[in-house]
């Protein structure tokens, strides 16, 4: 699978590690930055992880059908210090349902039943071995569709009310 990362600042130590991680799974990750330790702005990597998937999902023969150049994937992971703002930034980006997961649970089931297409973490929150352990809840889940598939059309019915 090709996943987008991206991140800002308080987040590197983190991302590399989560690259190490995906890449002795056999997954293609595209890091998208930052990794410059100078203080930034999250909300430009948020942005650059969800419109890798968003554009690269229908290509990819994934759902969404909103149209981006660039980097393209099946999914992403955007990290900040909380994952608050970065997610905050990703879900502004059509198609994207970005969530903030700090257990397996939640992010097991984000995919589940909300069919989350960006996973958000803390740096500033999870450790290094919780953060592999949501990462592979999240990746090893699938959506069940069902009740599920209309509860998240009418979410991205509500995004098309509003463009
Ligand atoms: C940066 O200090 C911090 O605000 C950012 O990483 C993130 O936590 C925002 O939600």
Redesign the pocket.
């Given at each position: 699978m090709k996943i987008a990362i991206g991140n800002?600042?308080?987040?590197i130590a983190l991302k590399n590690t989560i690259k190490d991680h995906l890449a002795t799974q056999g997954h293609e990750v595209i890091d998208l930055g930052t990794n410059d330790t100078a203080?930034c702005d999250?909300p430009i990597y948020g942005e650059k992880v969800a419109r890798a998937v968003a554009g690269g999902s229908a290509a990819l023969g994934g759902a969404n059908t909103d149209g981006a150049s660039g980097e393209r994937a099946n999914l992403g992971i955007a990290i900040?210090?909380?994952?608050?703002?970065?997610s905050?930034a990703a879900n502004k980006v059509r198609g994207i349902r970005a969530c903030v997961c700090s257990e397996p649970y939640t992010a097991k089931l984000s995919r589940m039943h909300n069919n989350s297409n960006v996973l958000c973490l803390?740096?500033?929150v999870v450790g290094d071995e919780l953060a592999k352990m949501i990462v592979d809840e999240w990746l090893g889940a699938t959506f069940e569709g069902g009740r599920h598939a209309r509860r998240v059309d009418m979410i991205m019915e509500i995004e098309r009310r509003e463009s």
């Amino acid at each position: 699978m090709k996943i987008a990362i991206g991140n800002d600042h308080t987040a590197i130590a983190l991302k590399n590690t989560i690259k190490d991680h995906l890449a002795t799974q056999g997954h293609e990750v595209i890091d998208l930055g930052t990794n410059d330790t100078a203080s930034c702005d999250y909300p430009i990597y948020g942005e650059k992880v969800a419109r890798a998937v968003a554009g690269g999902s229908a290509a990819l023969g994934g759902a969404n059908t909103d149209g981006a150049s660039g980097e393209r994937a099946n999914l992403g992971i955007a990290i900040c210090g909380t994952g608050v703002g970065i997610s905050l930034a990703a879900n502004k980006v059509r198609g994207i349902r970005a969530c903030v997961c700090s257990e397996p649970y939640t992010a097991k089931l984000s995919r589940m039943h909300n069919n989350s297409n960006v996973l958000c973490l803390g740096a500033r929150v999870v450790g290094d071995e919780l953060a592999k352990m949501i990462v592979d809840e999240w990746l090893g889940a699938t959506f069940e569709g069902g009740r599920h598939a209309r509860r998240v059309d009418m979410i991205m019915e509500i995004e098309r009310r509003e463009s």
